[in-house]
């Protein structure tokens, strides 16, 4: 784990654009509690919270990777890119 990007050193090569509109959901009855996005999100955007995957920090720090979405087995994420312009800008 010592050479996965930090939150830090992510910053230095990209720039952030405010979102305007939430890019991802919590489908509530598929998901499990399992934590898989929570121990694997890069960003640390998610929570568990009363059994329960919540996008709490997602709106300031999601990397727009779609970890989440690709490794829920339950298909409880309803992911999709910002906005055009809003986001992370790749330097």
């Keep these: 784990m010592e050479n996965q990007p930090t939150e830090r050193s992510w910053a230095k090569l990209t720039r952030r654009q405010p979102k305007t509109k939430v890019h991802v959901e919590v489908l509530e009855g ?20 009363e059994g329960t995957a919540r996008w709490m920090h997602g709106m300031e720090r999601c990397f727009e990777c779609g970890t989440c979405y690709h490794l ?3 298909e409880a994420i309803k992911w999709r890119y910002p906005r055009g312009g809003e986001g992370v800008v790749y330097e």
């Excluded at 598929?30 to 919270?49: H, I, Y």
């Design 30 to 49: 598929k998901c499990t509690g399992c934590g898989l996005c929570v121990k694997l999100c890069p960003s640390g955007s998610w929570v568990l919270s």
């Design 72 to 74: 829920c087995q339950t």
